[in-house]
């Protein structure tokens, strides 16, 4: 039974899939102190949050059991990601079910600030009527400045389009292409700052975005330029805002989003030019479901191993890839896994080569799958996730070859491991219908199926020796269950791969290791 924490509140028919999951228990808190939180959160097995909930390395830290942490939204800077990355948790959003809604809201607030609603309303309920106060602008031929045009960013665009708004933006990933596709001028950051009547933001908030729109920016933009924030608040310097509109170089401003929120008694607040919602962008009835169903889909498919989209901390790997990939990840851990036990010592690189069909794709997925699989014998919680990070922390190099030729097979993944004192290099592939099957062993072809307990014996090639060995396997009550045999010469240095039906203790290890042709011993466990 997977345990699901939701800690803010979500729309009740979003998370109905998960309520009426069989596998799965569904505990809602939504307003528990960050104490409750670290106890709620060791039993947990994935977590579901809105903006609310801060999910703090030391929450993530708590989380035993944790997998997944959903976001039922696009913006995850609550979460502590790369926190969650090296323990291994995916982190999912869902990025595509508030747009419409983040977009509209924005529009809305467009038009109250060009209008002046907020305080035409606050007015007139007080029972004032002050109608020369309020006069505002149009939209019509104005030009808004839109900095990141992703998803809301595109339909505020075409919205304001609508309203024969001309539309400058800028963000570094916008094409040409998708410029002319919506009508809009594409264009640097300063042009749009120097030329708007409007600016309004929607990027995420990172590095390079924080006060994005500073005091420098603010001395370069047209005078009575209007700006709007429904994207993340620290995006605009805050103070240097309220500085812009007291020295009237700024006609007013329209946020969503604050620096810290809630902003309580905030100084922009004693401004009348400025208008203000409580985070509102995605509340509305279809968003907070959309989300809600988008996020508890992924956690699902998370928890019982089913692909999956939209991690945050992985990268976005493409359905028809996904399939494509599929058949090989269950050799491609067992490659990683087998060939880390045939070498001792400290880990320095891991090199995986595709060859054949492989070579034509993106593999970084299955070579992620191979770290796990390395990486695992020496760590405990590794997954795919926090593989690289992993062995990033820990220098060690992992890169990728594509070779055209695949020695006859229709595709190999070859993975080497070199230590600080040995090295080894390990091919597989899968054989149509028989499965994945580990075809080379450093410079020996083998046959073997990469499952359940093995033993590598690195001998020479002396008559008897074979017997010999499964006399001590025997005196051992060891059962051999398959048998491999490679040599290069006759009579020269050789391998045998025995498939074995229970763990080999190591007292067998040691009187295998007295036989005279016996070079070494290696247990294997897949
Ligand atoms: N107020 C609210 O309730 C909501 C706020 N949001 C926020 O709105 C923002 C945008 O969301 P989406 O459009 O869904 O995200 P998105 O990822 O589709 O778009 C973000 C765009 O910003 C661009 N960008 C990144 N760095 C940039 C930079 N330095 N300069 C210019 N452009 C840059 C990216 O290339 C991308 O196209 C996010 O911060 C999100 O958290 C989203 C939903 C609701
Ligand atoms: O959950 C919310 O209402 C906030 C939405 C938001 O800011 C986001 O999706 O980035």
Request: charge should be negative.
């Amino acid at each position: 039974m997977y345990r699901v924490l939701i800690t803010d509140p979500l729309s009740h028919h979003g998370i109905e899939q998960l309520i009426r999951a069989e596998d799965v228990e569904v505990i809602q808190k939504t307003s528990l102190s960050p104490e409750e939180l670290l106890e709620e959160i060791q039993y947990a097995d994935a977590l579901l949050v809105r903006s609310q909930t801060k999910v703090t390395a030391e929450v993530i830290a708590a989380g035993k059991k944790l997998k997944a942490i959903g976001r039922a939204g696009v913006g995850v800077d609550n979460i502590d990601i790369p926190a969650a990355t090296s323990r291994g948790i995916i982190v999912v959003n869902a990025p595509d079910g508030n747009t419409v809604s983040t977009a509209e809201h924005t529009f809305a607030m467009l038009i109250s600030l060009a209008r002046n609603i907020p305080q035409g309303y606050h007015s007139t309920i007080q029972g004032e009527w002050k109608r020369k106060a309020f006069v505002g602008v149009e939209l019509n031929r104005k030009i808004l400045g839109i900095i990141g045009l992703g998803r809301i960013g595109t339909e505020l665009a075409k919205r304001a389009k609508a309203f024969h708004m001309d539309v400058l933006a800028f963000d570094p990933y916008l094409t040409e292409e998708h410029a002319r596709k919506i009508g809009i001028t594409q264009a640097s950051l300063d042009e749009v700052i120097v030329r708007a009547d409007f600016i309004t933001v929607h990027t995420p908030l990172t590095k390079e975005t924080r006060h994005l729109l500073s005091t420098e920016a603010f001395a370069k933009m047209k005078p009575g330029v209007r700006i709007i924030n429904c994207a993340r608040g620290g995006i605009i310097d805050e103070e240097a805002l309220a500085e812009a509109i007291r020295n009237q170089k700024v006609a007013g401003a329209a946020l969503d989003v604050f620096e810290t929120e809630p902003p309580g008694e905030h100084p922009l607040f004693a401004l009348p030019q400025v208008i203000a919602t409580p985070h509102l962008g995605a509340s509305t009835r279809e968003a907070q479901e959309n989300v809600a169903i988008d996020v508890s889909a992924e956690v699902l498919h998370i928890l019982r191993e089913e692909p999956f989209k939209n991690a945050v901390n992985l990268p976005s790997i493409p359905a028809e890839l996904q399939e494509k990939l599929r058949p090989y990840q269950n050799l491609a851990e067992k490659l990683g896994h087998f060939a880390v036990q045939t070498v001792k010592g400290a880990l320095d690189e891991v090199t995986v080569t595709y060859s054949g069909e492989l070579s034509e794709v993106d593999t970084a997925p299955l070579t992620r799958i191979i770290l796990k699989g390395t990486l695992s014998h020496y760590l405990s919680d590794v997954n795919d996730v926090n593989a690289p990070y992993l062995a990033k922390e820990r220098n060690i190099r992992v890169t990728e070859q594509k070779m055209s030729r695949s020695h006859g097979f229709t595709h190999l993944i070859t993975v080497k491991i070199r230590t600080d004192s040995s090295d080894t290099s390990v091919s597989g592939t899968l054989l149509n219908g028989l499965g994945p099957r580990i075809i080379k062993i450093g410079e020996y072809s083998v046959d073997v199926q990469p499952f359940g307990h093995q033993l590598l014996i690195r001998h020479n090639d002396r008559p008897g020796a074979i017997g010999r060995v499964g006399t001590i396997l025997g005196d051992h009550r060891v059962n051999i269950a398959t048998m491999q045999v490679g040599r290069r010469d006759v009579g020269g240095r050789a391998i045998m791969m025995l498939g074995v039906d229970k763990a080999v203790p190591e007292e067998l290890v040691n009187a295998l290791e007295q036989m005279e042709e016996i070079d070494a011993v290696t247990p294997i466990d897949l």
